[in-house]
């Protein structure tokens, strides 16, 4: 039962108590596994571009760019480093004072290689008159890294990733929001050099954000050539969901009051929403490298977006003939085979069509926002993956998956997870305008039935927490989707500081 004080604090939030008892439902009827196919594999789901299709692809995107349309960059970059320095903080924690593992023994002993060097021994100057090299002989190592993540030093344990010194070249360094700065100019600048990036961040870190931008965007400005137009927003709070108790009840705080909690990066698919582009690349704000390895990255993201817009121009080509009074038969079969061959959906009962309803399910399945996903080759890389899994409609088509999405009970699905060839590294181009230039309401297009439920804790008590489904994953479940094939090297994440000492990482 609501008290007014409940309904007061769901209307402050946005949320109704219908979509507070949908919720709550999702935690008593469970979360349903995905029933698969098979794993998206080259030549079953995964298109591979050899040379000569890559260079018209990658021609059909500088052509693009070159007419009147909207590109933007759209980053997730709210989340926080701390995970970053889970090792150090366990140091810091831990009875010893010296390195007592290989991850710490490998972080001092190359400390001098990692871009926030001097930023770092700056800090131990200020907070203890020596430098880290004196420190170090001294073996007073939680010094170093307590100035490296304290409130006192340079705050890296707080921070988020986008703000962290990253890389460093001969009179600079980058953070990841600078990086991806300059990406944008290499591969999202339209013909009146303009280059649209957006940022979501956290309430907390948003100035922090700006001051970077106001202060370093000037710069690479003139480097490019460019005027950049840089936006942020924040995760809305109507997106936030309940936790629930052991029993499914509503979980209080010690107050009284309802806990709310972030509904993960789904929830960002409404910060997607909110956006006027026509063409939408998103990246992780850790997945970046210096200048000397971006060729790759640059010459994929082009590849990527030169499918896609190739594939829109034929989806839209076969939108405009099935709005003609009458579409011969013929016709309707070439979509069909353009349907499965090329987008991958497959529908067991297409043969039962007639004319009439194969065009209405041909439209239906046409007229949607579309990505380009790149894949790389699976190396062990813990995430999701490509496969061909069913949709409520009992239609068959690309879908990402993340491994808790797939019923570890049934032998031939965990078959098809382990042995899956490819990784899910967040790579996407997508197109968000229909054949009539108008935007798609993104938030039709979700699959609520793909939701999270994982277990956390408050105040000492064990809670349910509900996760929105995945921006990549089931918030884009009913998109169009093309799994492309792409190098691993245009996969570099940061998910340690130690990471950062990586040859892909030196500059």
Known sequence: MLTQQDQQFLASKHISEEQLNEQLHIFETGVPFLKLSAAAAVGKGILVADP????????????????????????????????????????????????????????????????????????????????????????????????????????????????????????????????????????????????????????????????????????????????????????????????????????????????????????????????????????????????????????????????????????????????????????LVEISQFLHDTLCITNPDIDTLDDAALAAYLRGKLNRPIRACGMVKNVGEPGGGPFLAYNPDGTISPQILESVQIDTSNDEYQKMFKQGTHFNPVDLVCAVKDYKGRAFDLTRYVDPQTAFISHKSKDGKELKALERPGLWNGAMSDWNTLFVEVPLDTFNPVKTVNDLLRQQHQA
């Open 52 to 331: 000569q299709a890559a260079d018209t692809y990658t021609q059909a995107w500088e052509q693009y760019l070159g007419g009147n349309h909207t590109v933007l960059k759209f980053v997730p970059a709210s989340g926080a480093a701390s995970r970053m320095f889970k090792a150090l903080f366990e140091f810091l924690d831990s009875d010893s004072d010296t390195p007592d593992n290989d991850f710490i023994t490998r972080f001092f002993d190359n400390i001098d290689h990692f871009a926030f060097y001097d930023a770092l021994n700056d800090s131990c100057v200020v907070n203890h008159g020596q430098t880290i090299e004196d420190l170090v002989a001294q073996k007073e190592y939680k010094a170093v890294v307590e100035c490296l993540l304290g409130e006192e030093g340079l705050d890296y344990g707080h921070l988020p990733k986008g703000l962290l010194q990253f890389h460093a070249y001969t009179d600079s360094v980058r953070t990841p929001l600078e990086e991806h700065l300059v990406e944008g100019a290499m591969y999202a600048q339209t013909a009146d050099h303009k280059v649209n990036i957006h940022f979501t961040v956290s309430p907390e870190h948003r100035q922090l954000f700006q001051a970077l931008v106001d202060a370093r965007v000037g710069e690479y400005e003139q480097m490019f050539g460019v005027k950049y137009n840089i936006t942020f927003s924040e995760q809305k709070p109507s997106t936030d969901t309940v936790a629930a108790t052991a029993d499914n009840q509503p979980f209080r705080t010690a107050d009284g009051q309802l806990l709310f909690r972030p509904g993960g990066h789904g929830a960002l698919i409404e910060n997607l929403n909110d956006l006027d582009a026509d063409i939408i690349f998103i990246k992780n704000i850790d997945n970046v490298v210096p200048d000397s390895l971006k060729p790759s990255t640059v010459s994929n993201k082009k590849l990527l977006a030169g499918i896609l817009v190739d594939t829109q121009k034929r989806i839209h080509q076969y939108l405009n003939e099935l709005d003609a009074p009458h579409v011969s038969h013929e016709k």
